[in-house]
C-alpha cells in the first residue's frame, strides 16, 4: 500500500476507557483509518506487566475490542486485534531487549512512576522491559506514526534509538517512527486534579470520567470539576487550567474552535460551559455505550473478527520476524 503505516495499541486493564484514552489516543486513531494503513491493537501482553485476573482478562480484551469498533474503528477500514495472538510480539521483543541498556530502560519515567506506585519490590521484571516490547510492537509493523498521548513521547524515542541502533548494527532493517501526538488533546487532565494526568491508576475517582459510566454520573462530574476562584472564560493553561481543560474537552468533542467557545461564554459564568460540557458528554457517551454492549452481546461476532485482524497482522509481522532474525543470525 502506498499509504503511510500508523500502529498504535491500548490496554485492556480497567474495563472502560478513560476520556483521556478517547481524546488523547483513539478518536486519531479513527480518523487516521481513512488516510493510513492503520494497524490497531488491544495490548494484553503489556497488561499482564500488573497481576491479572484470567477471566477478566479475557472479558476485558473482549471489551476493549468493542469499545474500539463503537469509537469508529471499522473492521475494513484498519487492521484490529489482540497482541497476544501475534506471537511475533514477544519474539521481537526478546531481540529489542538485548539491545537495551539496562540504564536505558532505567530512565524511562512512566516505569519510575508505575512502579513507585506498586512499591519496587513488587514491581515486576516484565514492568520494567514493557518500554521495549512496545519497540518490538512498533517496529514489526514498520509504522512510519505511531498516534498516542504526551505520556508515550518518551517510548516513541526509545523506538527510534533501538531501531537505529540494530539498523547500524545489522543493516537496514527498520522504518524510524515518529510520535503522532496532538499538541490539543495530547494531554487531558483529571477533572479534580487539573495538575494530574486523567489516567486509570493515579486519577481520583471523580476526576476521572469512564466513558462506560452511567450518563448521568459523568454529568455529575464534568459539573463539579474544578476550576478556580475567577470567573473568566479563557484558555489559559498555566493561570486556569481546571477551565481550559474543560475548553479543550468541549471543543474537540464539538467540533467547535477554543477562541469561538471563549466568546460564546463572555460574560457568562463556569456554570454555562459546564452545564453544556455536560450535555455534550452524555450526547457522546450515551450511543457510545449502547454500540458498544451490542458488539459484546455478540462474542461470536467479535472473536472471528479479531481472528481476522490478527491474521492480517501476522503476515506483516512475520515477514519482518524473519528478516529480523536472519540478521542476528538465527
Ligand atoms: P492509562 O495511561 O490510563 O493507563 P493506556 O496506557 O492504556 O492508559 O493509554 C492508552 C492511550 O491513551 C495511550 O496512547 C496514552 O498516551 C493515551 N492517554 C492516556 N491517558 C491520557 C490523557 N490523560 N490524555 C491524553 N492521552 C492519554
Ligand atoms: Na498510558
Known amino acids: 500500500s502506498e499509504r503511510p503505516r500508523v500502529l498504535s495499541g491500548i490496554q485492556p486493564t480497567s474495563g472502560s476507557f478513560h476520556l483521556g484514552n478517547y481524546l488523547g489516543a483513539v478518536r486519531q486513531w479513527v480518523a487516521l483509518q481513512e488516510t493510513h494503513d492503520a494497524f490497531y491493537m488491544v495490548v494484553d501482553l503489556h497488561a499482564i506487566t500488573i497481576p491479572q485476573d484470567p477471566a477478566e482478562l479475557r472479558a476485558n480484551t473482549r471489551l476493549a475490542a468493542a469499545q474500539l469498533l463503537a469509537a469508529g474503528l471499522a473492521p475494513e477500514r484498519c487492521t484490529l486485534f489482540v497482541q497476544s495472538?501475534?506471537?511475533?510480539?514477544?519474539?521481537?521483543?526478546?531481540?529489542?531487549?538485548?539491545?537495551?541498556?539496562?540504564?536505558?530502560?532505567?530512565?524511562?519515567t512512566q516505569f519510575k512512576d508505575k512502579s513507585a506506585r506498586q512499591g519496587a519490590d513488587r514491581a515486576t521484571v516484565g514492568l520494567f522491559t514493557y518500554p521495549v516490547l512496545q519497540v518490538a510492537d512498533i517496529l514489526l509493523y514498520q509504522a512510519d506514526q505511531v498516534p498516542v498521548g504526551e505520556d508515550q513521547r518518551q517510548h516513541i524515542e526509545l523506538t527510534r534509538d533501538l531501531a537505529e541502533r540494530f539498523n547500524t548494527r545489522f543493516g537496514p532493517t527498520f522504518t524510524l517512527p515518529a510520535p503522532y501526538i496532538l499538541k490539543e488533546t495530547g494531554k487531558i487532565y483529571d477533572l479534580q486534579d487539573p495538575q494530574i494526568k486523567m489516567s486509570k491508576s493515579a486519577s481520583t475517582p471523580k476526576g476521572l470520567v469512564n466513558l462506560l459510566d452511567e450518563p448521568k454520573v459523568t454529568a455529575k462530574k464534568v459539573r463539579s470539576a474544578v476550576t478556580d476562584t475567577d470567573t473568566v472564560i479563557r484558555f489559559d493553561p498555566v493561570e486556569k487550567p481546571g477551565v481550559s481543560n474543560l475548553l479543550t474537552i468541549q471543543s474537540t468533542l464539538t467540533g467547535t474552535?477554543?477562541?469561538?467557545?471563549?466568546?460564546?461564554?463572555?460574560?457568562?459564568?463556569?456554570?454555562?460551559?459546564?452545564?453544556?460540557?455536560?450535555?455534550?458528554?452524555?450526547?457522546?457517551?450515551?450511543?457510545?455505550?449502547?454500540?458498544?454492549?451490542?458488539?459484546?452481546?455478540?462474542?461470536?461476532?467479535?472473536?472471528?473478527?479479531?481472528?481476522?485482524?490478527?491474521?492480517?497482522?501476522r503476515a506483516v509481522a512475520a515477514e519482518t520476524l524473519a528478516e529480523t532474525y536472519d540478521r542476528v543470525g538465527f
Open 257 to 313: 474552535s477554543v477562541a469561538e467557545l471563549e466568546q460564546r461564554y463572555e460574560g457568562k459564568g463556569y456554570g454555562a460551559l459546564k452545564s453544556d460540557l455536560a450535555e455534550a458528554m452524555v450526547d457522546f457517551v450515551t450511543p457510545f455505550r449502547s454500540r458498544t454492549q451490542e458488539l459484546l452481546d455478540d462474542p461470536e461476532t467479535l472473536d472471528s473478527l479479531l481472528a481476522k485482524g490478527a491474521e492480517k497482522a
Open 85 to 108: 495472538h501475534v506471537p511475533e510480539h514477544a519474539q521481537l521483543g526478546w531481540v529489542m531487549n538485548c539491545l537495551t541498556g539496562f540504564g536505558e530502560a532505567s530512565r524511562m
